[in-house]
């Protein structure tokens, strides 16, 4: 037989699984940097990473205008989900009333 853990055991878990990821990451973009010499005082090998950097890795995180959304796309976006929303809503607030009168009924008929 297992017995459930407390509440209190697994936020502390959940916290120290947090702590250990961030300290992970950190750990892990030192190690990376020290890897790369970017703490270097030589010039030659921090010029030579950030061409590396431009050609590859910056071009890749450039979002061009052309790939954008334009304003009025946006805005019939948004507005269309809002609609639709507010429509859901005011719908379930109209049904609630026959919804619940039909889950009451077959309450009432269940009992006989």
């Known amino acids: 037989i297992q017995v459930a853990q407390p509440l209190s055991d697994m936020g502390f878990m959940w916290k120290t699984g947090k702590i250990?990821?961030?300290v992970g990451l950190v750990a892990g973009a030192i190690k990376i940097?020290?890897?790369?010499d970017i703490?270097?005082?030589?010039t030659e090998k921090g010029s030579d990473l950030?061409?590396?950097?431009?050609?590859y890795i910056v071009p890749g995180t450039i979002v061009y205008r052309e790939k954008l959304p334009s304003v009025g796309?946006?805005?019939?976006?948004?507005?269309g989900r809002w609609n639709n929303g507010v429509?859901?809503?005011?719908s379930a607030v109209e049904n609630a009333p026959s919804s619940l009168n039909t889950?009451?009924?077959?309450l009432i008929n269940n009992k006989n």
Not at 73 to 79: A, F, I, P, R, Y
Not at 87 to 90: E, G, I, M
Not at 103 to 106: H, L, R
């Open 50 to 55: 950030y061409e590396k950097l431009k050609k």
């Open 87 to 90: 429509n859901k809503v005011f």
């Open 73 to 79: 796309d946006v805005q019939t976006e948004v507005g």
């Open 39 to 42: 703490w270097s005082l030589r």
């Open 103 to 106: 889950v009451a009924n077959g």
């Open 20 to 22: 250990l990821l961030r």
């Open 33 to 36: 940097s020290l890897d790369n």
